[in-house]
């Protein structure tokens, strides 16, 4: 009986009004805990809590700029600052530095290129806050050489690799239904091997770079706004191939496994980048060939699914392009904006495009029966997991 | 005591004109120096390659705090004095223990434990053989005591469980001795943790002079000190001499050329097992702990260790500015480092 009178008697009542109401409540509540609440507590017994983090440390002649982020509750005033005990003149920082809120400091101070460095941030009430700078090195200047030497290492470490792994496709296609499944494994493996890397590196990243914005759940945020995106564009492209022939899927989850690569290498090439910019990246050819071996793996994952079927060639280029051209994107942007924070979210957005194009080939790794995990399987993910961890010691960035 | 506080109030007003004097000769050498619009950009009076410094534009004010390293140098405080039964003089301070905040760094907050209210605390002076009275009042919210290096009775030491012992927030004490021997001693808190007390400047000069008097001089005080601004025990974030970390680059301290020079060397640096001095262009005859009439060395540096003191006499051939430092150069790039200003005898 009351479940037939209960939306009778709702419904008498505008939706609008109802809602109306509610945020008023919730307002004038929220309000009044603002105004009185407060004021019924006790202040907090302990000393302010003071906490910076540092985002960008950039090096000049005579001069070290670092940008500090306030990443506790408390406001702080930065009051003097010693440089390896010195004590240096600077400009920056006149007004406390309220909570979130960012400031920068220009020290003078001769440093010299390669010494490690120690920055002590005094702060109003007596409280040091240290910065390292491991090695000292002249900051690149931002400009259009900086983009061009950004853009030809994403090319050798991105495009050039993918495209190479993608020319063992014609090999492929003469291959058995059990290689292929093998291939996907091994895909399968690289791809995990991929993510739990690129998830320790942005969670130790993400801890360095303090607490502001989350630390590691920057990370994991990342890892899961990628994931469900992801899996949304999938069920667009479900929809999308539904009517079309069954040989558009292996296509389709080409596409996919292009742009979780895509999304991962936009990572790898920050994490590049912020290494030239910080000095600490041994450009050479040991590296450019390290990726070269490391990455052509990803080209083979890329055309894994299109061995029964015979896309044409700017279809190719184009996966090679997406999954390897935002390389050179992330190389830039790490080179130029070295934020910490920004390189620990696109790190955990590369994670989560890796996990969704995992669990997008899974099915394709069933056999006949129906068993997923059976010895071609298994062997398959084993020798992925090790070409990665192999390839990898060839990577010293 | 009121009376000789009023004295001293206005003789520090007219040696705050001196030093402020020698302050515009500083700036003119230190913001004109051809070198520096090249290297710095022009930016502030000093830095990198020139030296250390706090960020220019900043100023500590010494007026909120309640004492001026400037006028301190120069800030003997002899006590009351009276004749007493016996015919020997007896000579009274009173000194008070009280929390306050510093401004040890230009816009560096400290909760000191203070003498007097500055750091380091009164410079007390007295005469071999006086009968001393120090009438010590705590209004710190700490128990704190006057422990004098000196000799003394066991009663009158100053530290807990002996004699009076700990005097705590609100009561007082005289501490009654004898002036022995003559020389630069030095008093601090003896209540524990002992290093905490002294660190949050709980000490002070304590001078005995020889009956007969040293030979006539300008006489400065030198008490060589840290701040350990975070409180961990682990070390001091700031040095100095007579309370702000680089007060004398800014502000030289003003000496006449061949005028004899006495300055009374203290060190009472917590943490750090060393301290030293060294003085740029000349050399001083040094007279440790300042107890025999013959100096033991003619040297530009010395070491104390802590508690250690004693006196440089030495007179300034040159016209000019000469530095002054702990040859410990990592507590001078953090603070303990001035000049002296030395002008023709005769110049205002």
């Known amino acids: 009986m009351t479940a037939v009178d209960r939306p009778s008697i709702t419904s008498r009542v505008p939706v609008w009004s109802l809602v109306l109401t509610m945020l008023a409540v919730i307002a004038v509540v929220l309000a009044a805990l603002a105004a009185f609440g407060g004021t019924l507590l006790p202040d907090r017994s302990g000393p302010p809590i003071e906490e910076l983090s540092v985002e960008r440390t950039t090096l000049a002649p005579g001069s070290i700029e670092i940008t500090v982020r306030n990443a506790g509750p408390d406001p702080v005033q930065i009051a003097q600052v010693f440089v390896n005990d010195t004590y240096v003149d600077f400009t920056g920082s006149a007004k406390p530095i309220g909570r979130l809120g960012s400031d920068t400091l220009q020290l003078r101070f001769p440093w010299i290129s390669g010494q490690p460095y120690t920055v002590s941030m005094l702060t109003s009430t007596g409280l040091v806050i240290e910065h390292t700078i491991p090695a000292a090195v002249a900051t690149p200047e931002p400009g259009a050489g900086l983009v061009g030497l950004m853009a030809l290492l994403g090319t050798y470490v991105g495009i050039i690799p993918v495209a190479l792994g993608m020319l063992v496709l014609p090999l492929l296609r003469r291959a058995s239904r059990g290689v292929v499944r093998m291939l996907l494994a091994l895909t399968v493996g690289l791809l995990g091997f991929l993510a739990v890397d690129a998830a320790i590196e942005g969670l130790a990243l993400a801890e360095r770079s303090g607490v502001a914005f989350g630390g590691p759940l920057l990370v994991l945020l990342g890892a899961a706004f990628a994931f469900l995106i992801l899996t949304a564009i999938a069920r667009l492209l479900d929809r999308y191939t539904r009517s079309q022939e069954a040989a558009t899927s292996g296509r389709r989850l080409a596409q996919m496994i292009a742009i979780g690569i895509g999304l991962h290498n936009l990572g790898e090439g920050l994490a590049i980048g912020s290494a030239y910019a910080v000095g600490a990246l041994a450009v050479g050819a040991a590296l450019v060939v390290g990726f070269a071996v490391h990455n052509t793996t990803e080209g083979l994952a890329i055309v894994a699914p299109l061995t029964d079927q015979r896309p044409p060639i700017t279809s190719l280029i184009g996966l090679g392009a997406v999954a390897g051209a935002p390389a050179i994107l992330g190389a830039v942007i790490g080179a130029a904006v070295d934020n910490p924070a920004l390189s620990a979210v696109l790190l955990g957005v590369g994670v989560g495009a890796i996990t969704q194009v995992i669990t997008q080939i899974s099915p394709a790794l069933r056999d006949s029966t129906g068993r997923l995990l059976d010895r071609t399987v298994i062997g398959g993910l084993a020798t992925g997991v090790a070409v990665m961890y192999f390839t990898g010691l060839l990577v010293t960035a | ?348």
């Not at chain 2, 000190?225 to 974030?237: C, P």
């Not at chain 2, 640096?269 to 060395?297: A, Q, V």
Request: aromatic share 12%; proline share 7%.
């Open chain 2, 1 to 348: 005591m009121s009376s000789r506080r009023g004295f001293l109030a206005a003789a520090g007003g007219t040696m705050l004109a001196a030093p402020l004097l020698g302050a515009c000769t500083a700036k003119d050498h230190s913001e004109h120096s051809p070198g520096e619009v090249e290297m710095s950009g022009g930016h502030g009076p000093m830095s990198g390659g020139f030296g250390a410094t706090f960020r220019s534009g900043g100023r500590v004010d010494h007026a909120a705090n309640g004492f001026d390293p400037r006028i301190l140098i120069r800030d003997f405080d002899y006590g009351h004095t009276s004749i007493g039964a016996d015919g020997r003089r007896v000579r009274e301070w009173e000194v008070i223990a009280e929390d306050r905040e510093i401004e040890v760094a230009p816009g560096v907050r400290f909760q000191a434990w203070t003498f007097n209210g500055r750091i380091p605390g009164p410079t007390l002076r007295c005469t071999e053989g006086d009968l001393l009275r120090v009438r010590f009042i705590n209004r710190s919210e700490h128990p704190h005591t006057m422990h004098f290096h000196g000799i003394h009775t066991a009663a009158m030491d100053g530290v807990p469980m002996l004699g009076r012992g700990i005097i705590s927030p609100g009561e007082e004490f005289t501490y009654t001795f004898d002036a022995e021997p003559f020389g630069l001693h030095l008093y601090h808190c003896h209540v524990g943790p002992l290093a905490e007390h002294i660190a949050r400047g709980m000490y002070g000069t304590f001078i005995v002079d020889p009956k007969a008097g040293r030979p006539p001089a300008d006489e400065l005080v030198l008490v060589q000190h840290g701040y350990n601004t975070t409180f961990d025990g682990q070390g001091n974030q700031l040095y100095a001499v007579n309370g702000i970390p680089f007060v004398y680059m800014n502000d030289p301290i003003r000496v006449r050329r061949g005028k004899l020079v006495r300055i009374y060397l203290v060190n009472i640096l917590e943490y750090d097992p060393i301290n030293s001095f060294h003085l740029h262009g000349n050399f001083f005859d040094y007279y440790p702990t300042g107890t025999r009439l013959e100096p033991t060395e003619f040297t530009d540096t010395v070491i104390q260790g802590q508690g250690q003191r004693g006196i440089c006499e030495l007179r300034f051939p040159n016209p000019g500015q000469f530095m002054f430092h702990a040859h410990k150069t990592e507590f001078a790039d953090l603070g303990w480092m001035g000049f002296f200003d030395v002008v023709e005898d005769g110049v205002p």
